[in-house]
């Protein structure tokens, strides 16, 4: 049997509606609850979890073999593991380092740090777009750029 291309049927979409009016407020309810902390984008982990809960959110919603309150339990228990590793990650300064990153200095004083841009991965012309986006037409010997634990280059310039 051959899954049809634009419409299967109303069941179909009824089961989309009703699930998406649950789940939805299901999530806010327990983003509410958790926290401002569960939807950061302090580092990579946390933008995981935030990538995660949409998708797992999309799976409720659209697939017919994930019943709704499997769903909700799954985006609880995700929530609660972020919660729980970020509460860990407060009180323990080893735990911490296990899943963060630090900021890593890219530009100093106008001179590339080329040994940390190379372990970074990040080029000359993403430090030019990042100078360029802070008013800045190059480096001079008064600038700065670091790379933050949530991906994003600031520029600091010295007066």
Not at 9 to 30: C, H, K, N, Q, S
Not at 58 to 70: A, G, M
Not at 115 to 122: D, F, G, L, S, W
């Amino acid at each position: 049997m051959e899954n049809p291309i634009f419409f299967d049927d109303w069941a179909g979409i009824g089961r989309i509606v009703i699930t998406g009016l649950l789940a939805y407020p299901a999530l806010i309810l327990m983003l509410r609850i958790s926290g401002k902390r569960t939807l950061s984008k302090f580092n990579a982990f946390d933008f995981i979890v935030t990538i995660c809960l949409g998708s797992m959110l999309s799976s409720i919603i659209i697939t017919k073999s994930v019943p709704l309150v499997e769903g909700v339990v799954a985006l609880a228990l995700l929530i609660v593991l972020q919660f729980a590793i970020t509460w860990l990650s407060v009180r323990s300064p080893a735990f911490q380092s296990l899943i963060k990153s630090n900021p890593t200095l890219l530009v100093h004083r106008g001179v590339y740090q080329e040994k940390a841009m190379r372990t970074e991965r990040v080029s000359k012309q993403e430090i030019a777009a990042a100078l360029h986006a802070n008013g800045n037409a190059e480096t001079s010997e008064r600038c700065c750029v670091v790379l933050e634990t949530d991906g994003s280059l600031n520029v600091f310039t010295a007066a």
